[in-house]
């Protein structure tokens, strides 16, 4: 078996055993998700139906290639309307975390995640904001905040 192919059954396994992923196989496919979809309505490439069709035929590395899993906006609009209660928006993290695992998450959110770690928000507070912040009588922050422990192991027996 070939590296892209074992990567992409371990990945399908994966996705299914997740909490979402156990409630797929309830999904009939009747676009309700996709037709109450903001994202969709813009974009029509980006169709939750066709995303949970594509993980039920095992073919997320599809998905990952196309970045089309990077427009959903988590307004959970979805799994509010699907009459299967199937969790399409935590379907497509699990998929964006999978991608992002494999180093195959775009460049704007790389660097969103890096000022997260560096700076515990995904930009950094300058001067020019604590300013802005005290002229409206809020408290000046740290330009940095650690957030460390709480991704490592360190958060564990706090
Ligand atoms: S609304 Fe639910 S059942 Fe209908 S296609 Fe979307 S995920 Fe499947
Ligand atoms: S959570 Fe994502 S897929 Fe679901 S309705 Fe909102 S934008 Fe669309």
Known sequence: MSESSEFAEDLHRKILETEAGRDLP????????????????????????????SVLMGL??????????W??????????????????????????????????????FRMQMEALRQFGRVYEIEDFDNRRRQKMGLA???SHANIEPLLTDEREGE
């Open 26 to 53: 309830r999904c009939f496919a009747c676009g309700t998700c996709s037709s109450g979809c903001p994202v969709h309505e813009q974009r029509p490439e980006f169709d939750p139906r066709k995303i949970i069709r």
């Open 71 to 108: 427009l959903c906006s988590t307004c959970y609009t979805c799994l509010e309307r699907c009459p299967q209660e199937v969790g399409c928006a935590q379907i497509i993290t699990e998929l964006r975390n999978a991608a992002a695992a494999d180093g195959r998450a775009p460049e704007a």
């Open 60 to 69: 997320e590395s599809e998905l990952f290639d196309s970045g089309v899993i």
């Open 140 to 142: 000046v922050l740290d």
